[in-house]
C-alpha cells in the first residue's frame, strides 16, 4: 500500500486537499492511499485568502497535538502543480517533509505544506479569533473531505467544532468544486 513506486511521491493533504474533487482540480493524478496522523502539529488558520473568501488552513509544530489527513500518491511530474496549488512561489506555504502515522502503524515519510507565517498555538476547545478563521466554504470543503476520506469520528466532531466567518469563496472556487 506504501511501498515505493516508481516516479511518484506521497502527500499529506489536511485541509481542503483532503476533498478529493478539489485535489482533482489541479492533481489529475492523485491516488488516494489512506489516512494517517501527524504527531506534534496543531491544525490552526492564519493567512486570509481572497480566494477563499476567509484563512486557509496550516499545521502549527506543536508538542502533544495531532492532525489526520489524507495520504495521496501523485506523480513526480506534478509535483509542480501542487507547490503552484500551494502558493510555494509567493511565499505563502513552504513544502517539508514530514513523517506520517498511518492507520496500521506504519510510518511514511510524506510531503506536506505549512504556511510562512505561523500563528499562535491555540490552547485546548480554544475559538479561533474572527480575524483568522475559514469561510464556510473552505470549513465545508475541509469536513466533506475529511468524511469523504473516513477520517476518525472524534477528529471530525472536532472539526465541526471550528467557528467559520460567514463568507463564501470566490464564484470561480464555488464553480470548481459544484459547492
Given at each position: 500500500?506504501?511501498?515505493?513506486?516508481?516516479?511518484?511521491?506521497?502527500?499529506?493533504?489536511?485541509?481542503?486537499?483532503l476533498l478529493?474533487?478539489?485535489?482533482?482540480?489541479?492533481?489529475?493524478?492523485?491516488?488516494?492511499?489512506?489516512?494517517?496522523?501527524?504527531?506534534?502539529?496543531?491544525?490552526?488558520?492564519?493567512?486570509?485568502?481572497?480566494?477563499?473568501?476567509?484563512?486557509?488552513?496550516?499545521?502549527?509544530?506543536?508538542?502533544?497535538?495531532?492532525?489526520?489527513?489524507?495520504?495521496?500518491?501523485?506523480?513526480?511530474?506534478?509535483?509542480s502543480?501542487?507547490?503552484?496549488?500551494?502558493?510555494?512561489?509567493?511565499?505563502?506555504?513552504?513544502?517539508k517533509?514530514?513523517?506520517?502515522?498511518?492507520?496500521?502503524?506504519?510510518?511514511?515519510?510524506?510531503?506536506?505544506?505549512?504556511?510562512?507565517?505561523?500563528?499562535p498555538?491555540?490552547?485546548?476547545?480554544?475559538?479561533?479569533?474572527?480575524?483568522?478563521?475559514?469561510?464556510?466554504?473552505?470549513?465545508?470543503?475541509?469536513?466533506?473531505?475529511?468524511?469523504?476520506?473516513?477520517?476518525?469520528?472524534?477528529?471530525?466532531?472536532?472539526?465541526?467544532?471550528?467557528?467559520?466567518n460567514?463568507?463564501?469563496?470566490?464564484?470561480?472556487?464555488?464553480?470548481?468544486?459544484?459547492?
Amino acid at each position: 500500500m506504501f511501498s515505493p513506486v516508481k516516479d511518484t511521491f506521497l502527500y499529506f493533504a489536511y485541509g481542503s486537499n483532503l476533498l478529493k474533487k478539489r485535489i482533482h482540480i489541479n492533481n489529475p493524478s492523485a491516488e488516494f492511499i489512506g489516512i494517517g496522523k501527524l504527531n506534534n502539529h496543531q491544525l490552526n488558520f492564519i493567512k486570509y485568502s481572497d480566494h477563499w473568501g476567509g484563512s486557509s488552513a496550516t499545521i502549527v509544530p506543536t508538542e502533544n497535538s495531532f492532525v489526520w489527513g489524507a495520504i495521496w500518491r501523485l506523480k513526480n511530474e506534478d509535483m509542480s502543480k501542487l507547490d503552484w496549488q500551494e502558493g510555494v512561489d509567493t511565499n505563502w506555504y513552504f513544502a517539508k517533509t514530514v513523517e506520517v502515522e498511518a492507520e496500521d502503524g506504519t510510518i511514511v515519510e510524506c510531503r506536506t505544506y505549512q504556511q510562512t507565517t505561523n500563528p499562535p498555538v491555540r490552547k485546548e476547545g480554544e475559538d479561533i479569533p474572527v480575524d483568522r478563521r475559514p469561510s464556510m466554504t473552505y470549513l465545508d470543503c475541509i469536513l466533506r473531505g475529511a468524511m469523504e476520506c473516513n477520517l476518525p469520528k472524534e477528529y471530525v466532531i472536532g472539526l465541526k467544532k471550528i467557528s467559520h466567518n460567514g463568507n463564501k469563496a470566490s464564484a470561480k472556487m464555488i464553480e470548481k468544486l459544484n459547492m
